[in-house]
C-alpha cells in the first residue's frame, strides 16, 4: 500500500467516549500533520511531528493528545470531545521542507454527539 | 480575517468552457501550492510554484505564481465534469509555516 492512510474513514463518538485515528504513510517522509477541516474554514493545522518530536502545537484542547511512535505512524487520541469538534481530521506527511507540499490521507470524518 | 482569498468560492459551469480561480493575500511566499479535493477525500497536490511568475502546465490547468509572490491563478481549458472538486491554495512562508485559502467548489456539468 502507499500514499497515506488513514482509520477509520468514519467515526460517531459521544462526548464522554475516548477515541483514536490512526495515520500510516509509506513515503518515507520525515515530518507528519493532523489538520482539522471545517465547513466554511480553512485547514487548521493542529500539530507537527518532524522526526517524532512535536515541533508545533497550535493551541489545540488538550481533550486531542497526538502521539508520534515512529516516522510512519502518526495518532489522534480523543477524549471528552464536544459537538463542534465535528469535523474531517486529515493527516498528512512531507519530506523536510512543506513549503514543496503534503501528501494528504483520505480523512476521517468525525461526529460527536 | 482570511489571510489567503480565494475567488470565487462557488463556480458552476457547463462542459467545455474556460474558468480562471484566484488566490490573493498581501503577504509574500516562499511557494504556493494547488490542491484538488473530491467529495469525502483528502486534498490532492496539483502543483507547486516557487519562483515569481513562473508559469506551469498540468495537461488542460494553468497555474501562474504573481511577479511579487503574493498571489496566483489557476486556468482550466475546456473543463470537463471530472474537473469538478474543491480547488485550495495554499501559500508556504519560510520552510514551515503554510496557510491555506478557504477554497473554490466548482461544479462542471456535462
Known amino acids: 500500500e502507499t500514499g497515506v492512510t488513514q482509520t477509520p474513514r468514519h467515526l460517531v463518538m459521544g462526548m464522554t467516549n475516548k477515541k483514536s485515528l490512526k495515520c500510516e504513510q509509506h513515503?518515507?517522509?520525515?515530518?507528519m500533520y493532523w489538520y482539522k477541516q471545517s465547513a466554511k474554514k480553512p485547514l487548521e493545522l493542529m500539530f507537527v511531528?518532524?522526526?517524532?518530536?512535536?515541533?508545533e502545537n497550535n493551541s489545540v484542547p488538550s481533550r486531542f493528545s497526538p502521539e508520534c511512535p515512529n516516522s510512519s505512524h502518526l495518532f489522534l487520541h480523543l477524549h471528552t470531545l464536544q459537538p463542534e469538534d465535528s469535523a474531517l481530521y486529515l493527516c498528512?506527511?512531507?519530506?523536510?521542507?512543506?513549503?514543496?507540499?503534503?501528501?494528504f490521507g483520505s480523512g476521517t470524518r468525525l461526529t460527536v454527539v | 480575517t482570511q489571510l489567503l482569498e480565494q475567488s470565487p468560492q462557488f463556480l458552476s459551469i457547463q462542459e467545455g468552457e474556460n474558468l480562471t480561480v484566484y488566490c490573493n493575500s498581501s503577504?509574500?511566499?516562499?511557494?504556493l501550492q494547488w490542491y484538488r479535493q473530491e467529495p469525502g477525500e483528502g486534498p490532492v497536490l496539483l502543483v507547486t510554484?516557487?519562483?515569481?511568475?513562473e508559469v506551469k502546465k498540468l495537461k488542460r490547468l494553468t497555474f501562474q505564481f504573481g511577479d511579487a509572490r503574493k498571489d496566483s491563478s489557476l486556468h482550466i481549458t475546456a473543463a470537463q465534469p471530472g474537473d469538478t472538486g474543491l480547488y485550495l491554495c495554499?501559500?508556504?512562508?519560510?520552510?514551515?509555516?503554510?496557510?491555506f485559502g478557504i477554497g473554490t467548489k466548482l461544479q462542471v456539468i456535462p
Open positions: 511531528y518532524s522526526l517524532e518530536e512535536r515541533v
Open positions: 510554484v516557487v519562483t515569481g511568475g
Open positions: 503577504s509574500v511566499f516562499s511557494s
Open positions: 495554499a501559500g508556504a512562508e519560510g520552510y514551515q509555516k503554510v496557510t
Open positions: 498528512a506527511s512531507s519530506q523536510d521542507r512543506v513549503i514543496y507540499g503534503y501528501t
Open positions: 513515503l518515507g517522509h520525515n515530518a
